[in-house]
């Protein structure tokens, strides 16, 4: 059977709690692994792509989303656990593992009359990850969340977090960084919190993140090469709304609406939603079949005015185009949208890995 049949045949045998053969797909563990690692709210496995490419070993995955477990599963061979909440998907946690990595969703927290600790998170998704951590006691902790986790709730939630982690946990926590993807070799203008830590035995007193990449990649660099299907065009009256939309934003002083990211340019954060399509919109002219292929409202624009694809915005978070891509476009484009960007998370885990003392080689970049 060839390699198209074997996913083929991997993808039928997909299950929420299982787990399939890895062999034949396009991101298997490494077998001379230098480290083991767990990746919590996986999503598509951007976090367990970085860690392989520094030489890891996935040994724990859990991901709710049904459609994010299918492309985690037909790039890695492996469905991840559910919901991490549950206590029989908890159970299957090995206990020997170096390093936890997990990008959890910002919630608030009940702290009113409280001491702000650990218990102040319980019924939050930041609560099971603290239950994890204090129960396996990895080296070292990698947590990922979006850059409003600063401000959340006037700064209580990431105090919170940072409380727990250091005081509860005790675990050397720096002070957590603001970490833009463009600095690390993608051309997208994404920013994110990330929170790192180390067990206290250890020893470790401090930490550097990485600094930016020399390199200022653009657009072109992760453009179609051959013009994309005509249902990536914009019919006319689409973008008319889109027009009609930002003039009325702007009339008011709001600088809201569709943006059009020129081949020079850098991409605005990809985001779940229209709008994150909307903000990232290109022009490619290369079009010459303007015959809809998907029912729309008038016809398709002449200005060569498009969205991006989904394979480009893989790209965008650092994604190689060996990965595969086995769900429909509105998944996809929520997938790479929720997906951390993979450059970035790898530059932080190799400065992660060096305060710990983990000997490492780059499998792929």
């Known amino acids: 059977m060839n390699r198209v049949g074997k996913i083929e045949e991997v993808k039928t045998r997909y299950s929420a709690e299982g787990h399939a053969l890895s062999e034949f797909v396009p991101f298997p563990s490494p077998r001379n692994y230098t480290f083991k690692f767990i990746d919590l709210f996986a999503g598509i496995g951007g976090f367990r792509l970085a860690m392989q490419n520094l030489g890891g070993k996935c040994v724990f995955s859990s991901e709710l989303d049904k459609e994010a477990q299918k492309t985690y599963m037909v790039n890695f061979g492996e469905v991840p656990f559910g919901d991490i909440t549950k206590q029989n998907i908890k159970n299957h946690i090995p206990n020997d593992f170096d390093l ?9 927290f009940s702290i009113a009359g409280k001491r702000g ?29 979006v850059k409003g986790l600063r401000s959340h709730d006037k700064g209580k939630t990431l105090a919170t977090i940072l409380h727990v982690l250091r005081n509860d946990l005790g675990y050397y926590v720096p002070e957590p960084q603001i970490v833009n993807a463009k600095n690390f070799g993608v051309p997208q203008n994404r920013e994110r919190i990330y929170i790192v830590g180390f067990r206290q035995d250890l020893g470790i007193a401090d930490f550097e993140y990485p600094i930016a990449f020399g390199s200022n990649p653009t657009f072109a660099d992760v453009k179609e090469k051959i013009v994309p299907p005509t249902k990536y065009y914009l019919s006319t009256q689409y973008l008319q709304t889109l027009v009609n939309h930002k003039t009325r934003h702007e009339n008011k002083g709001n600088g809201f609406g569709y943006a059009i990211i020129p081949d020079d340019g850098i991409a605005n954060a990809i985001v779940v939603g229209g709008m994150g399509r909307e903000r990232n919109l290109v022009i490619d002219p290369r079009i010459t079949d303007f015959t809809p292929t ?15 694809t989904p394979r480009e915005w893989a790209r965008l978070q650092g994604f190689p185009d060996d990965f595969l891509i086995p769900v429909a476009d509105a998944s996809a484009y929520k997938q790479f949208g929720n997906s951390v960007a993979v450059p970035a998370i790898q530059a932080t885990a190799h400065k992660i890995l060096e305060q710990i003392g983990i000997t490492k080689y780059v499998i792929r970049k």
């Open 100 to 108: 936890l990595c997990a990008g959890f969703p910002c919630q608030a």
């Open 117 to 145: 600790g650990f218990d102040d998170t319980r019924g939050t998704l930041f609560f099971d990850v603290a239950e994890i951590i204090k129960k396996h006691q990895p080296k070292a902790i990698f947590l990922e969340n």
């Open 294 to 308: 998907t029912h729309i409202k008038g016809v398709v624009n002449r200005e060569g005015i498009r969205k991006m």
